[in-house]
């Protein structure tokens, strides 16, 4: 049975993370003592950690859910790494807000490889929580004044529901105005030109016709006639 304070979003079942250490990734299982409120787990399947496939599969709003990316920021041959946290409904605005923010000359996603190095935590599973002290961790104002919202686990095994304010308040947070920026509209599918001088179904090859072949007309005519004809 679900934890009775825990959460209802979508079919998962959510459990307080501090029970189900199996679920966490080490530097989260160890960051969750100095948190400044609940939080709760819950196991999904490793390949649906994405969030596009996870929205799906399990029934929880996609606005109910945060992304955090890795941002590689450089200035004077030097790289900083922070993490940014938006809604799943937007993107983090990283050459822009971020980039300013930092005081880099350029900031762009960070490297898989670094990204998993750096924060000892799953591709596809970062998460704020537990990350290194020295990072800086970006809150879009949005995900501070959700009641909770879902993101990594540090796994792609779980995911974690944890509210907003916690994770504003987290040792390394700053929450920022604007970070989280709309989603760019899909264009929609080129319209097929209208020929209005042929029906939808019409073709050059009429009905019970087939395309010319020659023309040579004594084969046609032995390729159609009846059986009961015999032969010549």
Same mark, same amino acid.
């Given at each position: 049975?679900?934890?009775?304070?825990?959460p209802?979003?979508?079919?998962?079942?959510?459990?307080?993370?501090?029970?189900?250490?199996?679920?966490?990734?080490?530097?989260?299982?160890?960051?969750?003592?100095?948190?400044?409120?609940?939080?709760?787990?819950?196991?999904?399947?490793?390949?649906?950690?994405?969030?596009?496939?996870?929205?799906?599969?399990?029934? *929880? @709003?996609? $606005?109910?859910? %945060?992304?955090?990316?890795?941002?590689?920021?450089?200035? !004077?041959?030097?790289?900083? /790494?922070? &993490?940014?946290?938006?809604?799943?409904?937007?993107?983090?605005?990283?050459?822009?807000?971020?980039?300013?923010?930092?005081?880099?000359?350029?900031a762009?996603?960070?490297?898989?490889?670094?990204?998993?190095?750096?924060?000892?935590?799953?591709?596809?599973?970062?998460?704020?929580?537990?990350?290194?002290?020295a990072?800086?961790?970006?809150?879009?104002?949005?995900?501070?004044?959700?009641?909770?919202?879902?993101?990594?686990?540090?796994?792609?095994?779980?995911?974690?529901? *944890? @509210?907003? $304010?916690?994770? %504003?308040?987290?040792?390394?947070?700053?929450?920022?105005? !604007?970070?989280?920026?709309? /989603?760019? &509209?899909?264009?929609?599918?080129?319209?097929q030109?209208?020929?209005?001088?042929?029906?939808?179904?019409?073709?050059?090859?009429?009905?019970?016709?087939?395309?010319?072949?020659?023309?040579?007309d004594?084969?046609?005519?032995?390729?159609?006639?009846?059986?009961?004809?015999?032969?010549?």
């Open positions: 049975m679900p934890d009775p304070a825990a209802v979003l979508g079919s998962l079942i959510w459990s307080p993370a501090a029970e189900r250490p199996e679920l966490l990734a080490p530097p989260v299982a160890a960051a969750l003592p100095v948190l400044a409120g609940p939080v709760w787990v819950a196991e999904i399947a490793d390949d649906l950690a994405d969030t596009a496939a996870f929205t799906e599969a399990y029934g *929880v @709003p996609l $606005a109910a859910s %945060a992304n955090c990316v890795v941002v590689a920021a450089r200035r !004077g041959g030097e790289t900083t /790494l922070a &993490a940014c946290l938006v809604l799943a409904t937007t993107r983090a605005d990283v050459n822009g807000l971020v980039r300013r923010h930092l005081g880099a000359r350029k762009s996603f960070a490297p898989q490889d670094v990204a998993v190095a750096g924060s000892g935590m799953a591709y596809g599973g970062i998460t704020p929580v537990g990350l290194p002290a990072w800086p961790v970006l809150v879009d104002a949005a995900v501070a004044d959700a009641e909770v919202v879902v993101i990594g686990s540090g796994t792609r095994g779980s995911k974690l529901a *944890v @509210p907003g $304010a916690v994770l %504003a308040a987290l040792p390394a947070a700053q929450v920022l105005e !604007g970070l989280g920026q709309p /989603l760019p &509209a899909e264009a929609p599918p080129p319209a030109p209208l020929r209005l001088d042929r029906a939808p179904d019409d073709s050059d090859v009429g009905w019970g016709e087939r395309p010319a072949e020659g023309s040579d004594d084969r046609r005519y032995h390729e159609d006639r009846p059986p009961h004809w015999g032969s010549d």
